[in-house]
Antibody, heavy 116, light 110 residues
Framework: EVHLVQSGGGLVKPGGSLRLSCAAS????????MNWVRQSPGKGLEWVSS????????YYGDSLKGRVTIFRDNAENSVYLQINNLRVADTAVYYC?????????WGQGTLVTVSS | QSVLTQPPSVSAPPGQKVTISCSIR????????ISWFQQLPGAAPKLLIY???KRPSGIPDRFSSSQSGTSATLDITGLEPGDEADYYC???????????FGGGTKVTVL
């Protein structure tokens, strides 16, 4: 059974940094692209970033471009999202999602709250 | 710039059918493969439809999708109270190298 277990969220001050983690199990992690999607309170889904299976191709959405880095460790079956210079507007639940072409499995989500 | 546009809400009584539209504004429309997601209250989204009209294992055939011109639609037939949720369309835009999501549609079972 596919599992995506997320960690790393929490309360951060504006200007701070955070690294979100997503540990995958139940499938061959190294052959799947991975994604991060966020959802601000009461709002819709917003794509953040995607990374290919090998990590060679990386894509970023406009909202966090320049402040975010996606990377993966296929030996550890994990994907990460590093967010710098956090803003109040970045407050959201961040989801780890498998497979760029389907978004077929979603993690449980992790809440990032940016507040002074 | 591609935009996916959905109605904010639709509703119908139990047993009836609702249709949710996803209008695609893009000069590269043929490059979009639409997916549909269901988000129950307080839960993570779940994939309902991928590649325009394919259902993952476990998704009932009450959920179906089609595409015509620059619009995709999700049909939910035999509406059940448990279908009350937000529904999103999404697509990968090959030309822009971006993932797009519609704004979401709230389905209410009357």
């Amino acid at each position: 059974e596919v599992h995506l277990v997320q960690s790393g969220g929490g309360l951060v001050k504006p200007g701070g940094s955070l690294r979100l983690s997503c540990a995958a199990s139940g499938f061959t992690f190294s052959v799947f692209s991975m994604n991060w999607v966020r959802q601000s309170p009461g709002k819709g889904l917003e794509w953040v970033s995607s990374i290919s299976a090998s990590g060679d191709s990386i894509y970023y959405g406009d909202s966090l471009k320049g402040r975010v880095t996606i990377f993966r460790d296929n030996a550890e079956n994990s994907v990460y999202l590093q967010i710098n210079n956090l803003r109040v507007a970045d407050t959201a639940v961040y989801y780890c999602v498998r497979n760029l072409s389907r978004f077929d499995y979603w993690g449980q989500g992790t809440l990032v709250t940016v507040s002074s | 710039q591609s935009v996916l546009t959905q109605p904010p809400s639709v509703s119908a009584p139990p047993g009836q059918k609702v249709t949710i539209s996803c209008s695609i504004r893009s000069s590269t429309f043929p490059n979009h493969y639409i997916s549909w997601f269901q988000q129950l209250p307080g839960a993570a989204p779940k994939l309902l439809i991928y590649d325009n009209n394919k259902r993952p294992s476990g998704i009932p055939d009450r959920f179906s999708s089609s595409q015509s011109g620059t619009s995709a639609t999700l049909d939910i037939t035999g509406l059940e109270p448990g279908d009350e949720a937000d529904y999103y369309c999404g697509a990968w835009d090959n030309r822009l190298a971006q993932v797009l999501f519609g704004g979401g549609t709230k389905v209410t079972v009357l």
